[in-house]
């Protein structure tokens, strides 16, 4: 299981695997946010998640999250979604989370996973960078798709 970096332009940071699981079994999880804290590779997100079991356009769902020792809860809104393909949400700085399926054969999915902050002022996009952001997302995004293809793995 290899996780490949993914070229999606400026303030973009994505990353993508091979998952040997069926598109919708994969889908299944990335569109609960209460199993949020299954996928998360930065360790940062807490089982406490109110909204839908099922995201959909323009749902909103709160997750309580525990960064550098400060413990918090973030509201985001879906701003895309595409049924057992496709699931983003705005964070409330305004980046987005972005989760693409696309099928490979009926038991395996390429999965990218991208944060996007290309849609906040570019002041808070050069505040991100200073902060390192870009960097940190990255790592967690690796860490939380070898989880993921792991986790099927043993499946």
């Given at each position: 299981m290899?996780?490949?970096?993914?070229?999606?332009?400026?303030?973009?940071?994505?990353?993508?695997?091979?998952?040997?699981?069926?598109s919708?079994?994969?889908?299944?999880?990335?569109?609960?946010?209460h199993?949020?804290?299954?996928?998360?590779?930065?360790?940062?997100?807490?089982?406490?998640?109110?909204?839908?079991?099922?995201?959909?356009?323009?749902?909103?769902?709160?997750?309580?999250?525990?960064?550098?020792?400060?413990?918090?809860?973030?509201?985001?809104?879906?701003?895309?979604?595409?049924?057992?393909?496709?699931?983003?949400?705005?964070?409330?700085?305004?980046?987005?989370?972005?989760?693409?399926?696309?099928?490979l054969?009926?038991?395996?999915?390429?999965?990218?996973?991208?944060?996007?902050?290309?849609?906040?002022?570019?002041?808070?996009?050069?505040?991100?960078?200073?902060?390192?952001?870009?960097?940190?997302?990255?790592?967690?995004?690796?860490?939380?798709?070898?989880?993921?293809?792991?986790?099927?793995?043993?499946?």
């Amino acid at each position: 299981m290899t996780v490949e970096q993914v070229e999606q332009g400026p303030r973009r940071v994505a990353r993508t695997v091979k998952v040997p699981a069926s598109s919708d079994d994969v889908f299944a999880l990335v569109a609960d946010p209460h199993r949020h804290g299954e996928l998360d590779g930065s360790g940062t997100v807490r089982d406490t998640v109110s909204g839908p079991r099922r995201l959909s356009q323009g749902a909103q769902f709160s997750v309580a999250i525990k960064q550098f020792g400060v413990r918090y809860r973030i509201t985001s809104t879906v701003t895309r979604f595409e049924d057992g393909r496709l699931v983003e949400w705005r964070h409330p700085a305004g980046h987005r989370w972005r989760w693409e399926l696309t099928p490979l054969t009926p038991t395996s999915t390429r999965v990218t996973e991208t944060f996007d902050y290309s849609t906040v002022p570019a002041v808070q996009g050069k505040i991100f960078e200073l902060l390192g952001f870009h960097r940190q997302n990255a790592a967690s995004i690796e860490a939380t798709l070898r989880q993921l293809a792991s986790r099927y793995a043993r499946a």
